[in-house]
């Protein structure tokens, strides 16, 4: 049976959020190794770098969920 072309989208919507989601889980993973304790180095800009690099995960994590709802949104399931 032939697809319609609104079920074509749907799966290449739902293959892009299950792309999306996945990339959201590495970073929250990638995340935790910063928290839940402060940052804690003797060397203070080792320190800097490290609360930087938690930073740029958390606006990953932000964009990536962002991404997610607006994809879900723009071809809704019938």
Do not use: G, W
């Amino acid at each position: 049976m032939a697809q319609t072309n609104y079920e074509i989208l749907i799966e290449m919507r739902n293959t892009i959020v299950e792309y999306l989601e996945e990339e959201k889980s590495i970073n929250e993973k990638a995340l935790t190794s910063y928290e839940p304790k402060p940052i804690q180095d003797d060397d203070a800009e080792i320190r800097r770098m490290r609360e930087k690099e938690s930073i740029k995960l958390r606006d990953r994590i932000i964009e990536l969920s962002r991404h997610i709802a607006v994809i879900k949104r723009m071809y809704p399931s019938k």
